[in-house]
């Protein structure tokens, strides 16, 4: 075992929280493309790091869920990264810019 | 041992968070990128705190290894490394930080008020990969295929997206030529608000 770590469950939770917290933010308040997937990116490891506590604090010693469901939600994440930034190019194309607030065809 | 590990966290927490931050705040989109590198790496240290080493190494492979050198990638492809002059904020951006400190606050007391706060953790041995390994080829191997099929339609569909269209890509370059007039024309309308 690497850590024999005494530190209470909630102190990851808060630092989870906090982490999901700025993603929120960010993904809000930027107006370029790119740093929204960037927020969203840190939401999602906000959660994954809160899977990773909840199974640590887990007192089943034999349960493995929270690893599988943290490599299944990278992988996941990989995907929704790859499929992202490859629309932003297109959309970069298409329009010359990746300011959100240009992006406004849609508007009624 | 225990000495150490509260104030391995609060190095790993203080340098997670500011990072974080500068990621989300930074005008330079080169910067941010890197620091959210550093928030990525910081995240994997606190799961090899955790005594999740396989998912920390993961963690370093696919996010500071793809995920943040395709986000660097975007912000070359799409000439945003300079910058920005404008203002880099979206003109509603107080009620963006008002629904993050609200969820922050709801999430907070959520925690406080839970049982669980302040569990300690029991001991157990860290899962080995060959733990992991047979649990994905037992029983999660369903889900590990739908992943594989995922990862194969994102990926070829993520270049499909990105591809310049081969044979309507020169037929749609003249329609391109009427963008900066109406690039030049909308700047004009924001001032008019």
């Known amino acids: 075992m690497i850590s024999q770590d005494h530190l209470p469950l909630h102190y ?3 630092l989870s929280a906090l982490l999901f917290a700025v993603g929120l933010a960010g993904a809000l308040t930027r107006r370029n493309a790119i740093l929204v997937l960037v927020g ?19 007192p089943n010693p034999d349960s493995l869920i929270g690893i599988m469901f943290v490599i299944f939600s990278i992988a996941v994440a990989a995907a929704e990264a790859a499929v992202g930034l490859a629309l932003i190019i ?17 508007k009624g | 041992m225990s000495h150490i ?20 705040s930074l005008r330079h989109l080169v910067h941010c990128a890197l620091c959210l590198a550093v ?39 799409t000439r945003s490394s300079e910058a920005e002059p404008r203002p ?38 860290d899962p080995t990969v060959r733990e992991i390994g047979n649990q994905l080829m037992t029983g999660y191997v369903l889900p590990l295929e739908v992943i594989g099929l995922l990862l194969t339609a994102a990926a070829i569909g993520a270049v499909i997206i990105a591809m310049k269209d081969s044979t309507s890509g020169r ?23």
């Open chain 2, 88 to 125: 880099i904020l979206s003109p509603y951006w107080g009620v963006g930080i008002a629904i993050a400190v609200l969820v922050f606050g709801v999430l907070a007391k959520a925690i406080f008020s839970s049982s669980l706060a302040g569990r300690l953790p029991p001991e157990k041995a």
């Open chain 1, 12 to 14: 990851y939770l808060i």
């Open chain 2, 171 to 193: 037929l749609a370059s003249p329609p391109i030529v009427p963008e900066p007039a109406q690039k030049n024309a909308r700047p004009e309308t924001p001032p008019a608000h």
């Open chain 2, 5 to 24: 590990t509260p104030i391995a966290f609060a190095i790993i927490t203080a340098l997670t968070l500011v990072s974080a931050i500068a990621a989300m």
């Open chain 1, 40 to 58: 969203i990116e840190l939401m999602l490891n906000a959660a994954n790091l809160n899977f990773i506590a909840f199974w640590r604090y887990n």
């Open chain 2, 39 to 77: 928030t990525l790496a910081g995240i994997a240290a606190l799961y090899l705190q955790l005594g999740a080493a396989f998912v920390g190494w993961a963690q370093i492979l696919v996010y500071i290894g793809a995920v943040a050198i395709l986000i660097v990638f975007a912000i070359l492809l």
């Open chain 1, 90 to 106: 297109r959309i970069y194309r298409h329009y010359h810019t990746i300011n959100l607030d240009k992006m406004d065809s849609l």
